[in-house]
């Protein structure tokens, strides 16, 4: 099992460019999830996909788009960067959301747009 | 709405320190909690949980115990080690789709 794995690990972009940010799960999780860490901030959600077929935005949801390509894959995508857009960028899933529901965590992209 | 509030950090303790790390929470009904720890260029992973008032999560010497009455969750170890250096995080789920996450407490440990 390898969990929930993100593609790329690092990358640069720069004003204006655009990119996709890769999830996949293989624990058969039902819900998906993107968030953004900056430093100070916490955890913040992007959008979110509580199962196959469905998408909501979170609480910082401008500037990005996602699709729920299948139940494992959940991709996030900058149409046109920005340098506020800096960050570290999570993928998580979780079998059960709500009570009990514990997420699991991709390792993150780290995202510099100049 | 649902919010966690962690104390604020850095953290900084000599190695076999006692650790506690205040957290309290406010929800409507009766969530779930956690706590989840970060290591340096990692993404998060579960630490310990609690699904119902007075459980005790524990794991890796870490305790956590559900106090409804204060509506808090504090983590406790009772000798950190330098490996322990890490950001902590908060966390609750409640009825929604969508958890809910402190802030996060950086952890530093010295030799």
């Known amino acids: 099992n390898a969990g929930v794995t993100q593609t790329p690990k690092f990358q640069v972009l720069k004003t204006g460019q655009s990119m996709t940010l890769q999830c996949a799960q293989d624990m058969n999780h039902n819900s998906m999830y993107w968030y953004r860490q900056d430093p100070g901030m916490g955890l913040r959600l992007i959008y979110y996909?509580?199962?196959?077929?469905?998408?909501d935005k979170g609480e910082v949801p401008n500037g990005y788009n996602v699709s729920r390509l299948n139940k494992r894959e959940f991709s996030l995508r900058l149409e046109s960067a920005a340098p506020s857009q800096t960050s570290v960028y999570f993928c998580?899933?979780?079998?059960?959301?709500?009570?009990?529901?514990?997420?699991?965590f991709g390792p993150g992209t780290r995202l510099t747009v100049l | 709405g649902d919010s966690v509030t962690q104390m604020e950090g850095p953290v900084t303790l000599s190695e076999e320190a006692f650790l506690t790390i205040n957290c309290t929470y406010t929800a409507t009904g009766y969530p779930s909690l956690f706590w989840y720890v970060q290591y340096p260029g990692e993404g998060l992973q579960l630490l310990l949980k609690a699904t119902k008032a007075d459980d005790k999560g524990s794991n890796k010497g870490f305790e956590a115990t559900y106090r409804k009455e204060t509506t808090s969750f504090h983590l406790e170890k009772g000798s950190v080690q330098v490996s322990d250096s890490a950001v902590y995080f908060c966390a609750l789920t409640g009825g929604s789709y969508i958890p809910t996450f402190g802030r996060g407490t950086s952890l530093i440990v010295h030799p």
């Open positions: 998580a899933s979780t079998q059960l959301p709500g009570l009990a529901g514990e997420q699991f």
């Open positions: 996909s509580a199962s196959e077929g469905t998408t």
